[in-house]
């Protein structure tokens, strides 16, 4: 077939019916030069229908012989009756039988195999036009009939001699006689009609017309008399029934009351003149032509849509208004109207302005004909759309920067059925919920394969109906692969001229990673509560263990080793120090233990502790380590890295009854963007990563998220403090550091430790040496608000020779020094005091004593001292519970120190 240019139309849907895929391909290629859309293509009886019934095209191209039980005539038949589509016949054979069988289905066209391009485009239009012809004459009819039923006016039948048979309820009115009333009686009895002038009587219509068998007129002047004696003037008129051979059986008899005709003609009057006027000043522009198209009439709005004058168009024709590309298109298109004496509507033309500049018409006409039925041209109005066309081009921009940012749209933009289909979703939807295309996802369910719970959809549907929107409403999805997604919808119900919903619109937010974020940080925000909590409770426990073990210390002291008490008083002493270590452990999970940083070799401190590890897990456990070649160096507390491994240790054990082996591994990692933002923790640069690996019980999801909680244990009472883990969490935290934990029920358990890597090289540390504990001749001052332990201290110093002076708080520490200044070698000062905290009577104190020899101690976690602004410097410090032995040491270590010119009360250690 030849390739044309395609001419300019709508796009009309076509389905193709053909069992050859060749000719019905090379029909689909003819049908797109044409311009036309192909909404489907069938190969057989069966399918076509189906087609149909799905794409509901414009028009069906139906080959007649056609593969399988139904052939195209059948499927045309059910095609017309069902869905009331045009169908064109393609056939290559034109017998009489064939033709025939075809013909019942009453087809809007024929083409015979082979066919040119214009054929099949004539054929398709043809066709086009028909079906909506006839859809015109049905409205018609429809509208006649209607009309009909709804007339105003009076009826009356009579039989042939003239005795009522019908009374239409307008009539009933008139006469004041109800049918059932009046029929079988004459008419001039119930139709009572005298003459408005003389007042005689006048003459049945009935006898006249049954007389002379003619349509004849009521008499001017005629008056209705009703049954109850109201006389209304009338007009109207009757004429002869026939029957089929043209015998008069009866005469049907309209008419109405005169005044309300008198009235219409008066409206009637009026609305000429209205009718008059508004031709001339309409906006629209009413014109008529000829046969030939010239001009035969034109209002004089013409001036003010083309600037021409009536007389100016009077004569020529719409084409030499035009320019020329486009009087051709146009003249074509009437001259096609005018063979086949056709309306046209919604022509839109461009014409030339008398100016020069272009204007858009739209125009509408209608052929008009002589008494004999002859073509005399065409009467119509032009509206002026410049402006409108001019608004439709700016609305396409506009839906093109729209479909531009909905295709662009990080977040889901969707519109979707009540039912739970999506008509339409941008390229983030596909992406979101993890589909190949957006064809894909169009077909799924949303409530069964997107909602995680189903019932979630249909809360979603009562609150979006009831209210028409919801904003921000958070919804549990999941993608095709299963993963769950939180998301959040705003959406709008879409309603229909009866407000029934038709659809929902709106954008769908992926908010799985801030939900995440959320909970992460409501559990810091816990842990960090908890944390405080331990903060405080191990002060208290601080000051009553430093009396505890103090008293215990000074009555061993005192007692022969033969002693038989002696035993209690170890067993004192040791669950003393326990209640210690577990005070330890809470300051280490709340990140507040005093801690002593040093660069150190990660590597070194795993060898160390390997020894200590294999005693602790025993035989069945097989402890692999595998460290990296690689340098870690990391600032940190070498015995608190080994407390973190013993405790991870200890754990695996707990959690492999059965043995296995244990792995132990060191790296070097670097935490890039990316990674903190999948594993929402962490700051970029390069790490030590230690990994410690069991193959024992594993953990569910809900136990990993407990299991660094202070006091939570799986463990059986009395087998565990739950003080381990949390112990680990708060020592890698004040570290810098970061724990992570992966597990899976019966798959065993890794944790990762995360430590920054410094630059400086690890110091070699050496052996502590134990010296003999000293005696003193000092007077020390002890400043100390619970007297429990301002009481212990003053015993063990006094039994080492020094002298003691007390004070209760911090004012009165500044009280007694003044008092003593000159006697005072040492301040022992509690940090947080009544009245002036430790800091605050060492600085007033300094003013008098710049070299005074100062020692802290405190049972208060480390960050609450450095808010009181002790910490911020170096300085002596010991923290409680107090060891006498310790005790003794450190005095005896300031006062050495300051007996050696270093400064008194700060030092270069903690």
Same mark, same amino acid.
């Given at each position: 077939m030849r390739k044309g240019a395609k001419t300019t139309m709508a796009k009309t849907q076509i389905l193709i019916v053909e069992d050859e895929s060749i000719v019905a391909k090379d029909i689909q290629n003819t049908l797109k030069i044409l311009g036309y859309a192909v909404s489907a293509v069938a190969s057989s009886g069966e399918e076509a229908v189906k087609k149909a019934a799905e794409t509901q095209p414009d028009l069906v191209l139906m080959d007649i012989v056609l593969e399988g039980d139904m052939n195209g005539v059948e499927a045309a038949a059910?095609?017309?009756?069902?869905?009331?589509?045009?169908?064109?016949?393609?056939?290559?054979?034109?017998?009489?039988?064939?033709?025939?069988?075809?013909?019942?289905?009453?087809?809007?066209?024929?083409?015979?195999?082979?066919?040119?391009?214009?054929e099949l485009h004539t054929a398709i239009e043809m066709g086009l036009y028909k079906h909506k012809m006839e859809r015109k004459l049905k409205e018609s009819e429809q509208w006649l009939a209607t009309t009909l039923k709804s007339i105003g006016d009076a009826v009356m039948a009579t039989d042939s001699q003239g005795c009522v048979i019908f009374m239409n309820p307008v009539a009933e009115t008139l006469t004041g006689w109800k049918q059932e009333e009046a029929v079988g009686n004459p008419l001039k009895e119930v139709f009572n009609i005298i003459n408005e002038e003389t007042g005689k009587r006048a003459e049945d219509p009935a006898t006249r017309v049954l007389r002379e068998g003619i349509v004849i007129g009521l008499a001017n002047h005629t008056v209705l008399i009703a049954k109850d004696g109201t006389k209304r003037p009338i007009d109207d008129s009757g004429a002869p029934i026939r029957d089929d051979k043209g015998n008069i059986m009866g005469v049907v008899l309209v008419f109405c009351d005169i005044s309300a005709r008198k009235r219409a003609e008066e409206a009637l009057r009026r609305s000429e003149r209205k009718f008059k006027d508004l031709t001339e000043t309409t906006t629209d522009w009413v014109w008529e032509v000829d046969a030939q198209a010239v001009y035969t009439y034109a209002s004089p709005k013409i001036e003010d849509l083309l600037g021409y004058g009536v007389s100016e168009v009077l004569g020529k024709t719409p084409f030499d208004l035009m320019p020329e590309e486009e009087a051709e298109k146009v003249r074509k298109f009437f001259n096609e109207k005018v063979i086949n004496k056709e309306p046209f509507h919604g022509l839109e033309n461009v014409n030339r302005h008398k100016d020069g500049h272009l204007v858009v018409l739209e125009t509408n006409g209608i052929p008009i004909f002589d008494e004999k039925g002859q073509l005399k041209g065409y009467r119509g109005i032009d509206r002026d759309i410049t402006e409108r066309k001019r608004a439709e081009k700016a609305l396409l921009e506009s839906e093109k920067k729209y479909r531009i940012l909905f295709e662009e749209s990080k977040d889901v933009v969707f519109i979707s059925t009540p039912e739970g289909k999506f008509l339409d979703i941008n390229p983030a939807g596909v992406d979101l919920f993890g589909y190949c295309s957006k064809e894909e996802l169009l077909k799924v369910s949303i409530a069964k394969d997107l909602y995680f719970s189903p019932e979630n959809r249909e809360i979603y549907q009562r609150r979006l109906e009831q209210n028409g929107f919801v904003k921000d409403y958070e919804i549990d999805m999941k993608r095709k692969d299963g993963e769950?997604?939180?998301?959040?919808?705003?959406?709008?119900?879409?309603?229909?001229?009866?407000?029934?919903?038709?659809?929902?619109?709106?954008?769908?937010?992926?908010?799985?990673e801030h939900k995440k974020l959320e909970q992460q940080l409501l559990h810091a925000q816990k842990m960090e509560a908890v944390g405080q909590l331990a903060g405080g409770v191990a002060h208290d426990f601080n000051n009553i263990l430093t009396a505890t073990i103090g008293c215990g210390n000074l009555l061993k002291m005192k007692m022969e080793e033969d002693d038989p008490l002696r035993t209690y008083v170890d067993q004192i002493l040791t669950s003393s120090e326990r209640a210690a270590s577990l005070t330890q452990s809470l300051l280490a999970f709340s990140r507040k233990q005093i801690l002593n940083p040093q660069p150190v070799k990660l590597n070194k401190i795993v060898k160390s502790v390997e020894k200590l590890l294999l005693r602790v897990i025993g035989e069945e456990i097989q402890l692999k380590t595998m460290l990296t070649d690689k340098d870690l160096t990391v600032m940190a507390d070498s015995g608190q890295i080994e407390q973190v491994l013993m405790n991870l240790a200890t754990n695996a054990r707990d959690a492999m009854p059965k043995g296995g082996p244990l792995i132990i591994e060191t790296e070097l990692v670097k935490l890039s963007n990316?990674?903190?933002?999948?594993?929402?923790?962490?700051?970029?640069?390069?790490?030590?990563?230690?990994?410690?690996?069991?193959?024992?019980?594993?953990?569910?999801?809900?136990?990993?998220?407990?299991?660094? %909680?202070?006091?939570? $244990?799986?463990? =059986? &009472?009395?087998?565990?403090?739950?003080?381990?883990?949390?112990?680990?969490?708060?020592?890698i935290k004040q570290h810098s550091g970061y724990i992570d934990v992966y597990s899976e029920l019966g798959k065993g358990t890794t944790f990762k430790i995360?430590?920054?890597?410094?630059?400086? %090289?690890?110091?070699? $540390?050496?052996? =502590? &040496?134990?010296?003999p504990l000293k005696n003193g001749t000092e007077t020390v001052l002890i400043a100390e608000d619970e007297t429990g332990v301002r009481r212990l201290i003053k015993a063990m110093l006094e039994e080492f020779g020094y002298t003691i002076i007390e004070a209760v708080d911090g004012q009165d520490a500044i009280d007694k020094f003044m008092e003593n200044k000159d006697r005072i070698q040492l301040l022992i000062l509690d940090v947080i005091m009544p009245r002036r905290n430790g800091k605050e009577a060492y600085e007033e104190i300094k003013k008098?004593?710049?070299?005074?020899?100062?020692?802290?101690?405190?049972?208060?976690?480390?960050?609450?001292?450095?808010?009181?602004?002790?910490?911020?410097e170096k300085i002596n410090f010991i923290s409680k519970p107090i060891l006498p032995t310790e005790l003794l040491k450190k005095v005896r270590e300031v006062l050495d120190k300051c007996a050696n010119k270093q400064p008194c009360g700060f030092s270069r250690e903690n």
């Open positions: 059910q095609i017309r009756a069902r869905f009331d589509i045009p169908v064109v016949y393609l056939t290559a054979y034109a017998d009489d039988e064939t033709l025939q069988r075809a013909k019942i289905t009453e087809p809007y066209g024929y083409i015979l195999k082979p066919f040119q391009e214009r769950k997604l939180v998301v959040l919808v705003t959406s709008t119900a879409v309603r229909d001229e009866k407000g029934a919903v038709v659809a929902y619109r709106g954008m769908i937010r992926d908010v799985t990316g990674y903190i933002k999948t594993h929402v923790y962490g700051k970029p640069g390069i790490y030590a990563l230690v990994s410690v690996t069991d193959t024992g019980l594993g953990m569910d999801e809900k136990t990993k998220g407990r299991i660094f %909680e202070p006091f939570f $244990t799986t463990k =059986e &009472v009395g087998k565990g403090t739950g003080l381990g883990l949390a112990t680990v969490y708060g020592i995360y430590l920054p890597v410094i630059k400086s %090289e690890a110091e070699e $540390t050496k052996p =502590e &040496v134990i010296a008098v004593r710049p070299d005074i020899k100062a020692l802290f101690t405190s049972g208060y976690a480390a960050d609450i001292i450095h808010e009181k602004g002790i910490l911020g």
